[in-house]
């Protein structure tokens, strides 16, 4: 049961476009939505986040979309960067209210490659 | 800038035999957990301690896994017999107990041969 889902295993963006990676969802009893960077014998790194009642969320070149009502979030890079080129994962959040323990659920990832 | 700290980073072992990892995470971080990755898949979270306690080992293979955080500090992951699907890698990750946002360490990458 795969309750986040990373359609795009893969994205290859110019150097200086807009790239935006897609994830989907299926639980709507999820309260936050993260964004983690994965460079290649590394940890995943957090990237940005947005709680279940916002609709969008800026950091600097990075922008998460949400739209609960498609149960559909993005991640927009403008402008994109050689260096931002790693596996993006699009991560859930449910939180103690919901009976459960707080964790994290992952999609399987994007490998986005930025062409200089 | 503290880091969740992890090793080895990569272990090479034979089938049947044991292998263990270890992970000390951030101070002050109350919450660790044990991840493995597939290549080509998400994080899966294998077992989830607060303090010293197991909050949630669900999706531990526990015939074969073991996990412990004696002293609510660092942990210590055991695969005893290690098979050829164990091969993975294996991250850790820490947070303080009201946040969603978790700290990776560089992991350890598994190779059963």
């Known amino acids: 049961d795969q309750q986040v889902k990373q359609n795009s295993p893969s994205l290859s963006v110019q150097e200086g476009r807009i790239s935006i990676l897609n994830c989907d969802y299926t639980?709507?009893?999820?309260?936050?939505f993260l964004w983690y960077k994965k460079y290649p014998a590394e940890g995943p790194t957090f990237l940005i986040s947005i709680s279940s009642i916002k609709d969008k969320n800026e950091d600097g070149r990075f922008t998460v979309f949400l739209n609960k009502s498609a149960k559909h979030l993005s991640l927009h890079i403008v402008p994109s960067q050689p260096g931002d080129s790693a596996v993006y994962f699009c991560?859930?959040?449910?939180?103690?209210?919901?009976?459960?323990?707080?964790?994290?659920?992952f999609g399987s990832g994007t490998q986005l490659t930025v062409l200089p | 800038e503290a880091e969740v700290a992890q090793s080895p980073r990569y272990k090479i072992t034979e089938k049947s035999q044991a292998v263990a990892f270890w992970c000390d995470p951030i101070s002050g971080h109350a919450t660790l957990y044990w991840y493995r990755q597939i290549l080509g898949q998400g994080p899966e979270l294998l077992v989830q301690?607060?303090?010293?306690?197991?909050?949630?080992d669900s999706q531990l293979p526990k015939d074969r896994f073991s996990a412990e955080r004696l002293k609510g500090v660092d942990s210590t992951l055991k695969i005893q017999p290690a098979e050829l699907g164990d091969s993975a890698m294996y991250l850790c990750?820490?947070?303080?107990?009201?946040?969603?946002?978790?700290?990776f360490g560089p992991g350890t990458r598994l190779t059963v041969t």
């Open positions: 639980n709507s009893m999820f309260d936050y």
């Open positions: 990750a820490s947070s303080f107990v009201e946040s969603y946002e978790q700290y």
């Open positions: 301690f607060q303090d010293e306690s197991v909050v949630d």
């Open positions: 991560a859930a959040y449910r939180g103690p209210h919901s009976g459960s323990a707080r964790q994290l659920t």
